[in-house]
């Protein structure tokens, strides 16, 4: 589900998402929708997008905020609305998933943008789950498409995620993948994480890991979870947060 939210600043309205939803603040991903520095006489301002697997109760979503627009349009004269097109059908074999429009527009738009790159790419569907769509990236610059602990890969990731929410599925969450990157790097998390925790429980003294972005952070806290005398924190502003992993001592 999205929801958006609105503060003086980025971290205002991070602090009020996590609020109103009721969770921790790397549970859930950000999309800075508009932002407006503030002023000797103007107030700042931040619009940001929070995405959730789950519904949050008695918070409207970004999609149901804008239907009272569409009502009002739909009450207005037909001479005074603007003349809709409407786009040729096409037939979907009975092969074919059910979004196969979507997904072919938003395999489309990936290969349109890693082209504006400079770089030559074919996409294709990686796995379907409810509401998610996994996108493969083959490329012969696929080095460079990834980009230093999948900076670039994330980046074009949350373009394509922009994209399929202006093509109204706001509740599908897009993930780009390019030779197993995600893979090789969780499995690589999950050992560091293990490898950290076993020198914190070693020296008694805590640790803090690289910028990571929430759904690496996320991976780290999942892993130390259930180990009693190891407890993990994530600390710093904006996106890519730090995660520190302390002792806390046996319960």
Do not use: W
């Not at 980046?155 to 390019?178: K, M, T």
């Amino acid at each position: 589900m999205v929801y958006e939210f609105e503060g003086r600043t980025e971290e205002e309205a991070i602090e009020l998402a996590a609020a109103g939803l009721g969770l921790a603040r790397d549970e859930f991903d950000v999309e800075i929708v508009e932002s407006q520095r503030g002023g000797f006489l103007k107030r700042g301002k931040t619009v940001i997008k929070v995405h959730t697997r789950e519904p949050a109760p008695g918070l409207a979503t970004a999609e149901s905020r804008r239907e009272p627009r569409q009502a009002d349009e739909r009450r207005r004269p037909a001479e005074d609305r603007p003349a809709r097109v409407e786009e040729p059908r096409r037939e979907r074999s009975p092969d074919a998933p059910e979004d196969a429009e979507l997904e072919r527009k938003l395999l489309e738009f990936t290969t349109g943008v890693v082209e504006r790159m400079g770089y030559g790419c074919k996409a294709s569907v990686l796995f379907r789950e409810e509401q998610k769509l996994g996108i493969r990236i083959e490329s012969e610059s696929a080095a460079i498409l990834i980009g230093k602990k999948g900076k670039n890969l994330d980046a074009l990731q949350l373009l394509v995620n922009v994209y399929a929410g202006r093509l109204g599925r706001e509740d599908l969450r897009v993930i780009l993948d390019s030779e197993n990157y995600r893979i090789r790097r969780e499995e690589s998390i999950v050992k560091m994480a293990y490898e950290v925790a076993e020198k914190v429980r070693r020296t008694k003294n805590s640790v803090l890991l690289e910028p990571m972005n929430p759904f690496e952070r996320r991976i780290v806290h999942t892993t130390l979870n259930d180990i009693v005398d190891i407890d993990t924190k994530s600390e710093g502003e904006g996106l890519y947060k730090q995660v520190r992993v302390s002792f806390r001592g046996r319960r």
